[in-house]
């Protein structure tokens, strides 16, 4: 099992930066491809990015590869989102995700555990 926790949403403007940190309590005998998914008022939730066990595989969807990066500490498998360069329509709730597995896929069917999410809101 995995118990996932969201920090570091918040109100910022456009153009700003922001980090969001997934700190994650997981059994030490499996491995878990993480990632961050993010749900828009009225929208479906989409994929952000994801990354393997070690870090040293990730995904990045194309709406935000150049603005986005995301990362993991092995030690700590805590996950790190840095949003560079917001803009209005990144306003979402940012949930951190974690699949059993190695493989960072964008299909959150394949993700089980969720945190309870943290909010972004980016200002014009």
């Known amino acids: 099992q995995a118990q996932l926790v969201e920090y570091g949403g918040g109100l910022v403007q456009a153009g700003d930066s922001l980090s969001l940190s997934c700190v994650v309590s997981a059994r030490t005998d499996s491995t878990y491809t993480m990632g961050w998914f993010r749900q828009a008022p009225g929208e479906e939730r989409e994929f952000v990015a994801a990354v393997s066990w070690n870090g040293g595989r990730t995904a990045v969807a194309d709406s935000v590869k150049e603005r986005f990066t995301i990362s993991r500490d092995v030690v700590t498998d805590n996950v790190y989102l840095r949003m560079d360069s917001l803009i209005p329509e990144d306003t979402a709730i940012y949930y951190c995700?974690?699949?059993?597995?190695?493989?960072?896929?964008?299909?959150?069917?394949?993700?089980?555990?969720w945190g309870q999410g943290t909010q972004v809101t980016v200002s014009s």
């Open positions: 995700a974690a699949r059993e597995g190695d493989n960072p896929s964008s299909d959150d069917r394949m993700y089980r555990y």
